[in-house]
């Protein structure tokens, strides 16, 4: 195995001035010594991973780092600005990049070292030897581990015995006590947290937490433990150290694995970013919590020895927010299914025309010659996973609200909804009433010698049982009627009721760019072509809502191109993506801007979104892809209308954000000379933009 840095890959005076600039100069020197084979597609994963989360931390740090198939192995390349560099840190801009490049199937050695460096970043002694480093040989050996100062007090170290894996390091004060033990007093038991951190990714936060966690709790003077779910896997923590704890946090921002395990403790439930920005406060919410009694779910688990997934950490949200949770958790889950099946069903039409739709199945008749039989064969596979689209909705809403005893029967539901024509709506009411019935079973008091075969036997029993009784036989019918009422209410609309119902969901769409509320439009365009014979309608809704949601990042990205001085350097430099963004149908490339200037960004984007809803409905154009934005032109109706319908929103949110930051810029100035101070002159400056952040 190769060095995971060498002084080739060390820029001691990293000239860039962007995030992105700095990456692309530390990835050329990987490429250089052949770690990476393909620069743009590397920078690309790069900038994806930089989409889910920032990767600035407190103290001058930036982390960028991903998994890519374009890493032959892991490889860290380091660089010292002196410019410094924004990473969305909460603290400021950073001095010291690291990019850390993994393969896509990294073993567990390279990254137990990842690991390794991620938390040697939580060490001042560490950051400050990296800014005192005059050659990059220095600085790579630093990062190695070469030039790293033994631990101080080892005399001490002789008198300690170690710890055992699980436990806490004994004090000083208890170590040497041994010969005083029957006149000491009894030690008081100290504080006993367990913590997970999990990161998408699973290289650098996930470990960074932990280490963060850990200092906390020890300046604290708690006993801490934590499980870093990382990509080299994890170790589970003992069961007699969880049973032991007094209290639990979580810091993940990907599924806690295994998470009933922690059932009936006091819980903090975070991202992982707040562990390592803020341990102490997590350290003490915990310990408060632990006070006051509260804890996850009745003490001992429920009748199968798990808990709701949403339960930690949730106890105190109202009904509606718990609703909300629920579905968005089976609308997750569902959109791969459509995206696949949709695109893969666009593309068969695109090659053999909509008559395709009528084809004999493939398994009997398949000419691989003939490019009948392929768009035949694209439309059968995006058929099969459109089939699962109700049932994983309805088994991913159980699952949000029971956990994993919830997805047999949310399953079941959904199934059955399909079966009877109750649609889209009938998975939801499947999913709720599948999560509901395991709910109320895991509640009753079982005898321990039954608890073994609940989740395996008998929840899954009498739930389907229930779900299936209740969906075939008492409210499926009257849910499938709703379901064809709706069905032939949106096949005629004409007029100004479509076009309300355009506005509407272009609305939803640029409201929370990609949140829920922008889910649950999308949800409901696509649960309406989800069918083997999607209605005009659905197809005119589908349209709308895809056209709503390409206006956000490309009224941004033309704003900052027209009046680029009204915005930070950062944002001009989003502003470039933003048009590949939007044009593929991806809100959340708005979504820096939103959060840069929410009060005129979101009203800018729901006015140009629903300019597009409203005009796309009264042009009649219709849409059978699910996704793919302007790639999927050819397979939309009235395409020349519906891209005048995109431009005509983007350009009236790009005026309208511009006009309001115009506004502000034009005020501040005025308020100056009113003070007594100068009159500015020119554009506003960088600083300025970032000052409008608190506005």
Known sequence: MSELITADLVDLDLSADTKEAAAKSLAERMVAVGRVTDLDGFLADVAAREQQMPTGLDGGIGIPHCRSAHVTEPTLAFGRSTARIDFGAADGPADLIFLIAAPAGADSDHLSILSSLARQLMNADFTDALRSADQPEQAAALIRGDERSAPAAEDTEAEVPAAEPGTAEPSASSAGASGAAQTAPEPVAPFRIVAVTSCPTGIAHTYMAAESLENAAREAGIELVVETQGSAGFDKLPAATIAAADAVVFAHDVEVREK???????TVDVGVKAAINRPAELIAEARAKAARGEITAPAGGSADGSAPMDADGATGDGFGTRLRKWLMTGVSYMVPFVAAGGLLIALAFAI??????????????????????WAALLFQIGGAAFTFLVPVLAGYIAYGMADRPGL????VGGYIATTIKAGFLGGLVAGLIAGAVVMAIQRFKVPPALRGI??????????????????????????ASAQEAMTDWLNGLSGANAIGLGVLLGLMMCFDLGGPVNKVAYAFATGGIAVSDPSTGSLKIMAAVMAAGMVPPLAMALATVVRGRLFTKAERENGKAAWVLGASFISEGAIPFAAADPLRVIPSSMVGG??????????????????????????????????????????????LVIFLKGLRKTAEPEAKGQAGGEAATGGATEDESKVAVAV
């Open 610 to 655: 629903a300019v597009t809803g409203a005009l796309s409905m009264a042009f009649d154009c219709t849409l059978r892809a699910p996704h793919g934005g302007i790639f999927v032109v050819p397979l939309i109706g009235q395409p020349f209308l519906y891209l005048l319908a995109i431009v005509a929103g983007t350009v009236v949110s790009a005026g």
């Open 408 to 411: 047999v029967p949310g399953f």
């Open 260 to 266: 009933a395990r922690f059932a009936g403790k006091p």
């Open 352 to 373: 053999g025309g909509y008559e395709i739709a009528s084809a004999k199945s493939v398994a009997d008749h398949f000419v691989w010659t003939e490019t009948s039989s």
């Open 454 to 479: 609940m989740p395996v036997v008998v929840i899954p029993l009498i739930s389907s049982a229930i779900v299936g009784v209740l969906m075939f036989v008492v409210i499926g019918k009257p849910i």
